[in-house]
């Protein structure tokens, strides 16, 4: 990937890190391809540590866990980005995910 490229030319940037995660994260979506998850996460963990305030980060660790089963921690993670970003769609997103997870809808 050109922006993983990017995000090792410059480990210290957190919005590449972020963006390399949220990329990733989408590429398991289009492939079916859970053998992204590690590298997402490592990527958003690189991130949390360079911007530890960035909801969008937040809202992807959840993606992860609830796209591993881990819904009681993506719905954690899912809050706690809209605890930072109120009006973030993909920390909604995850929270209505996991709420459907829960309640046998999806």
Known sequence: ??????????????????DLGVRLVQ????NADPSLYAPA???????RVLSPDDAEVLAGIAAIQLGKH??????????????????LVSAHAAKSNDTDQHSGLS
């Open 41 to 47: 996460l490592a990527a958003f963990d690189a991130a």
């Open 1 to 18: 990937f050109r922006l993983r490229a990017l995000s090792l030319a410059n480990p210290a940037e957190g919005r590449g890190q972020r």
């Open 27 to 30: 590429r398991v979506r289009e």
């Open 70 to 87: 881990r819904f009681v921690d993506g719905l954690k993670s899912a809050e706690a980005a809209i605890a930072l970003s109120p009006g």
